[in-house]
């Protein structure tokens, strides 16, 4: 008999549907719940394409006995991180601070006052490595419960009280400058890994966030190494087995320094940000290569993870059956040479083991390679040749068992998504992509805003959640918008921009200092109210919103706007030099604060008119950092940026002003772009 999830929408929390726990929901009535029987919580957070989630809840949750003691001895809680990123953000703060690491699944107990006083990821069912079994777990926490309740409830006061004194070091409220931003670029060339790109050791995770720093801070000083160790990663990384190199896109990270063997889940967020890096590598150095994957990550975005409803979907698994009926990581992607010859035939198949680096022994599990290519001389292979075996092999895994997908729309990781695709989709002449992003858009309009502009977190098969946005998806969805306007020259989208960065203002900054949390004032009051810098797998919502803040005062003039960026960006002066790799979107930022960021308007007839087009084109090629572009016919009220501006001679013009001073008007393509590149 189904528990209480059934009628949630999140996919994670309906795969635990039908567990004889007695799952609840985060909810105020599950608490409630647990100080009616004097019995503690147990939260387990996780998410629906975690391969470890999956695998705890197989040995355990689906277990009658461990469901039996949970159901006797506990109120079971079950969270989706990715409904609710606050949940998630103050219980894995406890988790790291009481053990020094953290994960999914995240297993913590708390009292019915949702103090956490126990903490851990996975428990296997039996010990295992020095690790209790989960029913050992429960058990102990149970006797400690009922015989040592005084001990248990100081422990959890303390826990919050320490979690409340953890304030952020905030700096000085000022901007990064000059010498911030060296010393952050000195950082990263320390950790820089120059045999394999990327940064650190394994496993190794794509630096999507770093990466536009180091391209828009090459734009900005001439910085080659900036932009060499750009480049090298994003080649590194394309070449790896982290990037699938059938279908496109990218899975999670790589589980070694060398980029060969992903964790191949496969993540929206992960992909708007590359797909979009891509497309920016392009723009600065013209590589063929950067242009095929941002293209062929657009196009695995708008192919795989689009819903019906125009939205984009969380993720695909990384596990799926291998055939036998068993759910295996990675049996979706991977090959044997076994299984070339059965698609490709011997000669062909000889020669796409050599292309791809399958071998005979693997490079991954049980005889299976990863596809890469590990070779630099494509230009000597039949591309003709190469074309056909990558479709026949496509054709033939398509005839697998797909891995799941989460169909749950986050309206965040949409907004970098209608970014990415908006564009790649101007750069590359694909309007296709354009669209695509335009009914994300109108989709997070349409169902994820209500009157007054307030947005709720996630929705699946056209219905909303229950759970309210938090920072991320305010500044996410703006800078989207943001973007959107930029290459339609429909002012709507800047409208709807400032509509959420208004509530970034109001609901979400500091007054008295200007630091963000990640939660409204108003909403739900956790033990502490999650305040978190730094970015993570995607920007973190206080980054994200000093970009956006910063694009939209340049856009409108905004002092306000300007002001609350400036200040959110105090943060990032104070952690850039000392932890460069965790803030790059900070420092991404603060590289378009030091450059103005540029402001440029294109006024024409129409935006049909050739000339209009090309001006528009060349304005939104430009590597200026953070640069804004408005386009419009003269005295059109789409945009600030166009009042007072008009035609130069009759014909087409653009505008670029920077720090309260403008060039003079140009009708020259050649002139802008040199303006916009220096």
């Known amino acids: 008999m ?14 635990h549907a039908d567990n004889p ?54 109120v079971s809680i079950k969270v989706d991180r990715e409904e609710r990123p606050d949940v998630d953000a103050v219980y894995m703060e406890a988790v790291q601070a009481a053990t020094g ?14 103090e956490p006083f126990y903490f851990g990821t996975y428990f296997p069912p039996a010990p295992r490595q ?19 309740r005084d001990e248990v409830t100081e422990v959890a006061g303390k826990i919050v009280r320490d979690l409340a004194g953890r304030e952020i070091s905030y700096g000085d409220a000022q901007t990064p400058g000059e010498e911030e931003l060296a010393q952050a670029l000195l950082g990263l060339t320390r950790e820089y890994d120059p045999q394999r790109g990327g940064f650190g050791g394994a496993p190794k995770f794509p630096p999507s966030m770093v990466l536009e720093f180091l391209l828009r801070h090459h734009a900005r000083t001439g910085a080659e190494g900036a932009l060499q160790m750009a480049s090298d990663t994003c080649e590194r990384m394309a070449r790896g087995g982290i990037y699938d190199q059938l279908g496109g896109g990218f899975a999670r990270y790589s ?19 590359l797909c979009r890096v891509y497309a920016h590598l392009w723009r600065a150095t013209g590589s063929e290569l950067a242009r095929r994957v941002a293209l062929e990550t657009a196009d695995f975005m708008v192919r795989e993870l689009r819903t019906n409803e125009g939205g984009f979907s969380s993720a695909l698994d990384a596990d799926s059956d291998d055939g036998t009926g068993k759910h295996v990581e990675g049996a979706y992607y991977v090959w044997t040479p076994e299984q070339l010859r059965e698609v490709l035939g011997e000669q062909d198949a000889e020669l796409a083991a050599q292309y791809f680096g399958v071998t005979e022994e693997g490079t991954f599990e049980a005889g299976a390679s990863v596809l890469q290519l590990p070779q630099q001389q494509e230009g000597l292979v039949d591309a003709g040749k190469i074309a056909s075996v990558r479709e026949r092999l496509l054709a033939a895994r398509a ?19 209608i970014a990415a695709l908006a564009e790649t989709g101007a750069y590359f002449d694909r309007p296709d992509l354009v669209e695509a992003a ?13 009157e007054q502009a307030r947005l709720t977190r996630t929705s699946k098969d056209g219905h909303a959640g229950a759970n309210a946005g938090v920072l991320e998806d305010y500044a996410d969805v703006a800078e989207g918008f943001l973007a959107l306007a930029s290459v339609t020259g429909e002012g709507v989208w800047l409208e709807f921009a400032g509509f959420l960065l208004d509530h970034v203002l109001v609901r979400f900054t500091d007054p008295e200092s200007g630091s963000l949390y990640d939660t409204a004032a108003d909403a739900e009051q956790l033990i502490r109210r999650p305040q978190d810098p730094t970015d993570n797998a995607a920007p973190s919502g206080w980054t994200a919103a000093a970009n ?8 409108t003039g905004s002092e306000p706007h300007r002001t609350a960026a400036e200040k959110a960006l105090g943060v990032v002066k104070a952690l850039g030099p000392r932890v460069p790799r965790f803030v790059g979107w900070g420092l991404a930022a603060a590289e378009a604060a030091l450059d103005g960021p540029r402001e440029v308007a294109i006024v024409g007839p129409s935006l049909d008119h050739e000339g209009t087009r090309t001006l528009h084109r060349t304005a939104l090629l430009g590597t200026a950092p953070g640069a804004v572009v408005a386009v419009g016919a003269p005295e059109s009220d789409e945009f600030p940026l166009l009042t007072g501006r008009p035609l130069v001679g009759g014909e087409p013009a653009a505008y670029v002003c920077r720090n309260f001073t403008c060039d003079a008007p140009t009708t020259e393509v050649e002139r802008l772009r040199a303006v916009l590149s220096s």
């Open 130 to 148: 020095g690790m209790p079994s989960f029913r050992q777990v429960l058990q102990g926490v149970h006797q400690a419960w009922e015989e040592r």
């Open 101 to 114: 690491q953290g994960g999914w699944p995240m297993t913590v107990f708390l009292t019915p006052d949702a």
């Open 399 to 417: 005839e697998r068992s797909a891995p799941g997908r989460d169909d749950k729309v986050v309206a965040a990781w949409n907004g970098l998504a």
């Open 548 to 555: 956006a803040l910063l694009g939209y005062a340049a856009h």
């Open 255 to 273: 589980v070694d320094r060398d980029w060969v063997v992903p964790h191949f889940e496969k993540m929206l967020y992960d992909n708007a940000l």
């Open 2 to 15: 189904p528990n209480r999830l059934a009628h949630e929408t999140s996919p994670y929390l309906l795969q």
């Open 438 to 450: 335009g009914a994300a858009a109108d989709l997070l309009v349409r169902l994820h805003l209500d």
């Open 21 to 74: 726990v007695d799952w609840w929901p985060w909810s105020a009535e599950a608490f409630e719940e647990a100080r009616e029987r004097n019995v503690p919580v147990l939260l387990s957070v996780g998410y629906s394409s975690c391969h470890w989630c999956h695998v705890m809840a197989h040995e355990s949750f689906e277990d009658q006995q461990t469901a039996d003691d949970l159901n006797a001895h506990y």
